[in-house]
C-alpha cells in the first residue's frame, strides 16, 4: 500500500483536500481502506485504493 497525504494526492490524481475530507467525513471512504489517521494524527491516504474507486 501507498500512504500518501492530501497534498500528494492532489498532485497526482488532482483531487483537493476538501474533496477527501468531504467523502472520508460522508463515509464514501473507509477508514482503514481509503484512509488512515497515524500516530502522529494526520491522515494519510491510499493512493491505489482511490484509484480503484475512481476506476469503478
Not at 500512504?3 to 498532485?11: D, H, L, N
Not at 467525513?25 to 484509484?51: L, S, T
Amino acid at each position: 500500500m501507498r500512504w500518501v497525504r492530501a497534498c500528494i494526492v492532489f498532485k497526482e490524481i488532482g483531487i483537493t483536500k476538501y474533496s477527501l475530507d468531504k467523502w472520508r467525513y460522508k463515509a464514501v471512504f473507509i477508514e482503514g481502506v481509503h484512509w488512515v489517521k497515524a500516530p502522529d494524527r494526520k491522515i494519510y491516504y491510499n493512493m491505489k485504493e482511490i484509484q480503484t474507486w475512481i476506476e469503478s
